[in-house]
């Protein structure tokens, strides 16, 4: 069994936290360059007021997270952080922090192993817009 390692990484922009973008189609585009047949691919965003989660990318379902986000971390309370670097952003590290940097995904007969309605998406929670970098580290058979 021929075993391969793909390392890849990509941008998006994003606006405001929370602003939620949907990366499945990139992620798609990366397991397929890679020939791999069946493995997992480790998706990590980069930086302490990113995450990555799935979810079902339609309209209703994403305002519903960045509500429930809002609530888990309401941006209006005092945090500790900010009384250090005075940034306004106390909120949007822990925000991230809750939600998490990465998501495995496997990867099956070529293909990333998602249920019908799930996607995988990017969010930035920071209190300004954000270009921000998604690595990726595939591990499978070919």
């Not at 939620?20 to 360059?33: F, H, K, S």
């Not at 900010?82 to 590290?93: A, K, L, Q, R, V």
């Not at 920071?126 to 690595?135: A, I, K, L, M, S």
Request: aromatic share 4%; with cysteine; proline share 5%.
């Amino acid at each position: 069994m021929d075993v391969i390692l793909r390392c890849d990484s990509f941008d998006i922009s994003l606006g405001e936290g929370p602003d939620i973008g949907d990366v499945t189609g990139q992620l798609e585009r990366i397991a397929a360059a890679a020939g791999v047949r069946d493995g997992t691919m480790h998706v990590c965003a980069v930086g302490s007021t990113g995450s990555l989660t799935t979810i079902e990318f339609e309209p209703g379902a994403v305002q519903d997270l960045k509500d429930a986000i809002r609530r888990l971390a309401p941006p209006d309370r005092t945090y500790a952080h900010e009384m250090t670097w005075h940034d306004g952003n106390g909120h949007s590290h822990v925000q991230a922090a809750l939600l998490g940097p990465s998501v495995v995904v496997p990867v099956r007969d070529g293909r990333l192993r998602l249920g019908t309605w799930q996607q995988v998406v990017l969010i930035n929670h920071d209190v300004r817009p954000r270009r921000r970098t998604v690595e990726v580290t595939l591990v499978g058979s070919l």
